[in-house]
T-cell receptor
């Protein structure tokens, strides 16, 4: 079956530190990959996505590269801000097949950035 | 424009009670999804609607769970005879496209259900 494994949190960083949140996946097909962010009290928001191998998704200073050879989609940001404090979810969706609408999520990683 | 809205935001139910959770998708969105998020876990797929048709209910955990979208807009997730293991955040998402393929799923804020 399909699954997503992301690094366990919580992650606590100081402002302007470098961020990496690891994500690996297992999929029966060829998936699209996503990072979602959940700010306190709000719904999940799409942060970035990549639909094929070697694609790089980027948004708000965050980046992730679709690595088919290592089945990974690690999230990075060069300099985090206090406002980046949130829960981050890695997710996949199959690109074809009968269930290509389902998102499969990892467990989430809580990031806290201190001033 | 308005995003996906859900009500109530919080619901406390005594074990054995029935509950109904409402989702108002973004206007014009064809696809609607329900997910269940247990504490400390990622969301898990429950069911999918395309307009008023429920095309996939494979994620519903038991026959106590029932979802409907009679007019292809608002959806209700009903849980009968609630159990403690039903305690979770229930997320609704909608998407412009049929099946959601290639289009973003927009999530509501969720309903936090606590069964005591």
């Amino acid at each position: 079956g399909n699954s997503v494994t992301q690094m366990e949190g919580p992650v606590t960083l100081s402002e302007e530190a470098f961020l990496t949140i690891n994500c690996t996946y297992t999929a029966t097909g060829y998936p699209s990959l996503f990072w979602y962010v959940q700010y306190p009290g709000e719904g999940l928001q799409l942060l970035l996505k990549a639909t094929k191998a070697d694609d790089k998704g980027s948004n708000k200073g965050f980046e992730a590269t679709y690595r088919k050879e290592t089945t990974s989609f690690h999230l990075e940001k060069g300099s985090v801000q206090v406002s980046d404090s949130a829960v981050y979810f890695c997710a996949l969706r199959l690109s074809s097949g009968g269930s290509n609408y389902k998102l499969t999520f990892g467990k989430g990683t809580l990031l806290t950035v201190n001033p | 424009g308005a995003g996906v809205s859900q009500s109530p935001r919080y619901k406390v139910a005594k074990r054995g009670q029935d509950v109904a959770l409402r989702c108002d998708p973004i206007s014009g969105h064809v696809s609607l999804f329900w997910y269940q998020q247990a504490l400390g876990q990622g969301p898990e797929f429950l069911t999918y609607f395309q307009n008023e048709a429920q095309l996939d209910k494979s994620g519903l955990p038991s026959d106590r769970f029932f979802a409907e979208r009679p007019e292809g807009s608002v959806s209700t997730l009903k849980i009968q005879r609630t159990q403690q293991e039903d305690s979770a955040v229930y997320l609704c998402a909608s998407s412009l496209a049929l099946g959601g393929m290639g289009y973003e799923q927009y999530f509501g804020p969720g309903t936090r259900l606590t069964v005591t």
